[in-house]
């Protein structure tokens, strides 16, 4: 059984893949929040720089590939291994949400997107998984049933050849 910090890991993860196909597929180049940033047009960029939002697109394509390939790690990490409470998968869950969701909400405050606040979402998410995680750890195996247990596959044998 999956337990809640599990769950929501693994909404977490299916966000990243969704973010990633998004930013494969639909993000444009340049949001008009990135011209404005840097204090100048979309227009000014196209003449200062005429192959940015080419090149961008090509910067996209790879960071969304990352983010697909990240979110499926992190649904794996979070069904299979919390739930087991392998070691290293916590340690593995608070370096991969500070340097993912942590750090692009963070980013996006200090660059006043537009977005920031709909981007903090999955950083107060990831942060309530990892408080899932402890307060399930403090109080044991609450919520796992013996049969749970039993089907667990740290609870197999080992099978000799």
């Known amino acids: 059984m999956t337990r809640l910090s599990g769950k929501v890991f693994a909404v977490c993860g299916l966000w990243m893949v969704l973010l990633g196909v998004y930013f494969i597929l639909l993000r444009p ?13 979309l227009e000014a960029l196209r003449v200062a720089a005429p192959g940015l939002e080419r090149w961008l697109g090509h910067v996209f394509n790879v960071m969304g590939g990352f983010m697909v390939a990240a979110g499926a790690l992190t649904a794996l ?8 409470r392998a070691p290293g998968a916590l340690l593995a869950m608070v370096v991969a949400g500070a340097f993912s ?9 200090m660059l006043h997107s537009d977005f920031r ?3 903090l979402v999955p950083a107060l998410l990831w ?5 899932c995680y402890l307060r ?5 195996d609450a919520g796992v049933t013996r049969r749970d ?6 609870s197999e044998t080992p ?3």
């Open 77 to 84: 990490v979070a069904w299979r291994f919390l739930a087991s």
């Open 29 to 41: 180049a340049l949001l008009p929040e990135d011209p404005r940033f840097m204090g100048t047009s």
């Open 101 to 109: 969701v942590g750090l692009m909400s963070a980013t996006n405050f």
């Open 159 to 161: 099978k000799r050849a």
């Open 149 to 154: 247990r039993a089907a667990s596959p740290a």
């Open 136 to 140: 399930e750890a403090r109080s044991g």
């Open 117 to 119: 606040w709909l981007l």
């Open 127 to 131: 942060a309530a998984g990892l408080a």
